[in-house]
């Protein structure tokens, strides 16, 4: 990594960096977990969406994406990922901690952030590489929420990825009250998915969290 490897936010997806960028995600994020080319773009010119790009080289090495609805206190980080030939260099911790501080209200007080991450919970051909992603968010001070199996809601061919619901909060030591959770997993529902407030898989993925919620 070098002083070069400033995040800097994406305004337009009319250009090459648009492009560079999709390109990445198309290569890095597993196709069921993907959205629509469209659905990408259109998060790029969202006033709720901040979406970041690293390219000291020149060419686009890595992107985030951060979800930051308006009347909630809380973000979603969508989607982060490192263009193969510069993983291993410290780049995805970099990107990730120049990503966080945008999760900010409008007086400056840190936001809790939400990450959907692949479970390793089950026998996988990508298992390894699952347990190494959790680790390396752990390390960066993650935590998991216990108990809560989360159903990505994206329409695709077969059953949704087993996936965790991860969580970096500036105060880790605040307790989390179950309804805020809830509160939060209806608005990414809704606003992130296009599905309705009121799916039923909430109520399902929320059946066996503790209150106030268990993180581990």
């Known amino acids: 990594m070098t002083d070069r490897d400033q995040v800097e936010q994406l305004r337009s ?23 629509p080319e469209e659905w990408i773009c259109a998060m790029v010119r969202a006033p ?6 690293m390219n000291g080289s020149g060419h686009v090495d890595g992107f985030s994406i951060l979800f930051l609805p308006p009347t909630e206190r809380f973000a979603l980080l969508e989607y982060m990922a ?85 969580l970096y909060w500036a105060d880790p030591l605040r307790p989390l009250p179950k309804g805020d959770l809830e509160r939060w997993l209806r608005t990414v529902y809704r606003d992130v998915y296009r599905c309705s407030f009121d799916d039923p898989r909430i109520v399902q993925m929320l059946h066996d969290v503790s209150d106030p919620v268990r993180l581990e």
């Not at 250009?15 to 999709?22: A, I, N, P």
């Not at 209200?105 to 190494?132: C, F, W, Y």
Request: aromatic share 8%.
């Open 82 to 166: 490192v263009t193969p030939q510069r993983r291993n260099r410290g780049l995805g911790s970099a990107l990730f901690k120049q990503t966080v501080v945008h999760a900010m209200t409008p007086q400056h007080a840190s936001l809790p952030i939400l990450l959907e991450v692949d479970s390793d919970r089950e026998a996988s051909g990508d298992r390894e590489m699952r347990t190494r992603r959790q680790q390396f968010y752990r390390r960066l001070g993650c935590v998991r929420v216990s108990r809560l199996h989360y159903i990505l809601p994206l329409p695709g061919q077969g059953p949704p990825p087993e996936m965790d619901l991860m």
């Open 13 to 35: 997806c009319g250009g090459s960096t648009f492009r560079e960028l999709y390109e990445i995600y198309a290569a890095s994020i597993a196709v069921r977990e993907q959205k």
């Open 48 to 53: 709720e969406y901040w979406v970041g790009v």
